[in-house]
């Protein structure tokens, strides 16, 4: 998806970085010439006729064109350096062009325009101002930490589109100030969106890479050149230091070192061969991904010589071979987990465990806890809160609970229904009609119970359906699709009935009960201060706390006061022993097809817990997932342990997943992923 959605929506899976763990521009290359003057009005008629063409012709989008026809197009480029300013014309022919003018315009809405770039390029990582152009639509995003991408606004820029038939032109102008440097390299591409009478909707792309709006290793670059300047062919191979099953990394760097401003990337094919132009000069290559592929597993990759080579004009280089090695994720899982006879020797070890998939994953931070003997034995906090600013985690950084919230809700709600305030058998559209789905007359059997138990028949997200629009996939109570939609309709009923606002309602049922304190729903001054930012490919997005609470995902806390809630719950507190039993029963088996590997134990949805019955006894946990923070608590009932883990990354699922057998469970059990 090129376009992000409201952080609620980055619960489900399709906010996660199709290109994680790649650290290289995708592999296109422009060059861009200076030009004479242009005036910026949808006539390129000034433009000069020699220009290249560059193609717009990825598809990414599970919608593909039909033909050129259906979409299809090419770019052009040039700069004046007096204006410090890049040029880019866009010729798009779409036979079905489609505006939308109403005040509900978004990004799939209509045929648009998508730029993104990278105009500081720098190796060690910036930032993206990515600006979508429609004649009703003007849409930024920008990324925080970086000084030129966080100031680019649309004042910047110069924008003209006219049509012709079948065919839209666009003129692009953008300000670049002192980025614009003859002899530097720029990050930059484009989004061309297709949106059809029939309501397909499809996008184009001149590079690959997905996420192009926040994420610069989804760019192409773009070489400033001087005027007459002559470009000269390199080639080169790309080679497993011994065989591998893994695909080769996907691009080769060169960076210039005789102007530390210019590198590129270039696309290495199926058997290791790469092809670039560029300018005559002396060149280091590098390989700047950090892990590959195979069998489901990732491995680092690791360079194992320094090329350098002379690019000459009017001659074809052939430079040295690039060697590059491969290792294997930490193999730290022990035949028994550390918990179950945890010693200050045991502590060693999972400080030793939590360190090497940091570093082999790039997790920025980690705040954990662990519970031993109905107490916590252990906590400690790991790495950064933001990766630009290198503050430490420590004890008071909070975390993005994401949907570990939903227990914490469903406690409150379970308190409620035992003083019969809330009924969880009783139709929701009873308490409260809900306009969203109105509709559908089935949305009258949903009950805060099908809610708890995810049995409402509602999507995750109605931003997941192509309409954005709110639906019912099956009658009520009768199947199971997990749904953070159910959970918010259900935060507005407890609104209604209790006349409270649901942060009242929490800190009355839950904080002030269990000593939940350092614990946050929604943006305030405290949670500010101490909040961790999230962080995609090590980069961090920006921290935009929750204005209102989302009782699906907004929960803000940290390991070690998270753990007065697991053992409320271990300890049975708060709710009667029937409650409790019918908490821990399974109401929702989960169906496995999506899943890579199946559990080997059984595995189901208890009342907004997860329950698995192991060798070990029975567990109760929930996980969670906004993209850039993922986390995860599991209490094993009969062993009175368990464990706590919260971090700012995306890349943090297999220390996530390999936890509870580091923990607990050891060598043989299986990887599970609990619901989102």
Known sequence: MPVPSVKAICISAICILFCAYSFGHNGSIAYAYPISKITVDGDLSDWPKNAVKYMIALNPSDTKPKSGSDLSGFFQLGYRLDEQSLYLAFTVTDDDFMEDTTENVRWNTQDGLQISLDA????????????????????????????????????IMEVAMTRKGSTRFYEWRIKLGNE????????????????????????????????????????????????????????????????????????????????????????????????????????????????????KKLYAVSQKNTVSTTIRTGQKTVAPDLIVSSAAEPDLIPDKGVLLDFTDAGAGQVDSFIEAYRRYYGIPGVSLALIKDGKMVYHKTYGVRNSMANDKVDDNTLFEAASITKPVFAFAVERLAERGVIDLDKPLYEYLPYKDIENDERYKLITARHVLTHRTGFPNWRSMNPDGKLNIKFTPGTAFNYSGEGFEYLKLVVEKITGKKVEQVLQEEVIEPIGLYHTFFSKNDSLQRMVAYGHYDKLPSPNDLPEKPGMAYSMHTEAVIFTRFMLYLLEQKGLKPETYDTIMTKHSEYNFDNWDEKPKVPTYMGMSLEIRETPFGKTFGHGGNNGDFKCKFEVYKDQKMGY?????????????????????????????????
């Open 120 to 155: 500081r390029h720098l190796i060690t990582g910036s930032g993206v101002a990515s600006f979508i152009y429609s004649k009703k639509l003007r849409h930024s995003d920008n990324a925080f930490f970086d000084p030129f991408a966080s100031a680019a606004k649309w004042d």
């Open 180 to 295: 614009l440097v003859v002899g530097k390299s720029l990050g930059f591409d484009v989004n061309v969106f297709d949106r059809d009478q029939d309501s397909t909707f499809s996008w184009s792309a001149w590079g690959k890479g997905d996420q192009k709006y926040m994420n610069p290793n989804s760019l192409g670059d773009i070489v400033i050149l001087p005027t007459g300047a002559k470009l000269a062919a390199v080639s080169g191979k790309l080679a497993w230091e011994k065989p591998m099953k893994a695909k080769l990394p996907a691009q080769v760097r060169l960076n210039a070192l005789d102007g530390p401003k210019f590198w590129v990337a270039t696309s290495v094919d199926s058997l290791g061969n790469y092809t670039a132009m560029v300018p005559p000069g002396k060149y280091e290559l590098l390989v700047p991904e950090s892990f590959v592929r195979a069998d």
């Open 644 to 676: 706590v883990i919260f971090t700012n990354s995306n890349t943090s699922d297999a220390l996530i997943q390999n936890l509870r057998k580091f923990l607990v469970e050891g060598k043989d059990d299986t990887p599970q992923t609990a619901g989102n």
